[in-house]
């Protein structure tokens, strides 16, 4: 168990249709990361957010956005879903960044689309 | 830009062959190196890791040398079993600034047979 906590663990949803996914952080980790694993394009960085302020974008699409709370929780929010969209969504936490920060990843939302 | 590539999979072993999965990197700077293993119906674990050149990450009787020379961070086992059977990414951490992300290789199954 990575301490990263992720919910819903399993969700289908039809085409046109918004979610919300959620992660809780490791205890005392101030730094989320969201990817996104899918067959054809493998793990892809989505968006990382540190004490509440976003650092870094990857390939996010502008239907999706995310926010991390005061209390460290973050959440992804991807809304008018399309077929493509469909994929497991990993969280991930670190105490901050650097050498000495490990990245742990909670088990992830599988997203289907339909 | 910074990039990751790993050997194509599947691999298909005996239980107690010896495996390697190669895994080369494109990096600005020095990054830090992951493996990184999925197990069926599970998240990403973090197996082992190496922060500087001529480093050697290990755990579970896996091992990993990071090469600068070769940029490479090729994954051995002596003996595999079994248990070993997932899905393993190698990864490299790129940090800038405040920011920070894990680029992915796509990921090498491996399927130990008894």
């Known amino acids: 168990d990575s301490g990263v906590t992720q919910t819903p663990k399993h969700l289908i949803t039809a085409t046109g249709q918004r979610v919300t996914l959620r992660c809780s952080p490791r205890?005392?980790?101030?730094?989320v990361y969201w990817y996104q694993q899918s067959l054809d394009q493998g793990l892809q960085f989505l968006i990382q957010?540190?004490?509440?302020?976003?650092?870094a974008k990857g390939n996010i699409l502008e239907r999706f956005s995310a926010q991390q709370f005061p209390d460290l929780h973050s959440e992804l929010n991807l809304s008018s879903l399309e077929l493509g969209d469909s994929a497991l969504y990993f969280c991930?936490?670190?105490?901050?960044?650097?050498?000495?920060?490990?990245?742990?990843f909670g088990e992830g939302s599988w997203l289907t689309v339909v | 830009g910074d990039s990751v590539t790993q050997m194509e999979g599947p691999v298909t072993l005996s239980e107690e062959a010896f495996l390697t999965i190669n895994c080369t990197y494109t990096?600005?700077?020095?990054?830090?190196l992951f493996w990184y293993v999925q197990y069926p119906g599970e998240g990403l674990q973090l197996l082992l890791k190496?922060?500087?050149?001529?480093d050697k990450g290990s755990n579970k009787g896996f091992e990993a040398t990071y090469r600068k020379e070769t940029t490479s961070f090729h994954l051995e086992k002596g003996s595999v079993q079994v248990s070993d059977s997932a899905v393993y990414f190698c990864?490299?951490?790129?940090?800038?600034?405040?920011?920070?992300?894990?680029?992915f290789g796509k990921g090498t199954k491996l399927t130990v047979n008894p």
């Open positions: 991930a936490s670190s105490a901050g960044t650097g050498i000495v920060n490990t990245i742990y």
């Open positions: 205890s005392g980790d101030l730094s």
């Open positions: 957010y540190y004490n509440g302020e976003e650092r």
């Open positions: 990096a600005t700077g020095y990054p830090s």
């Open positions: 190496a922060t500087k050149a001529d």
């Open positions: 990864a490299l951490r790129v940090t800038q600034g405040g920011s920070e992300k894990l680029v």
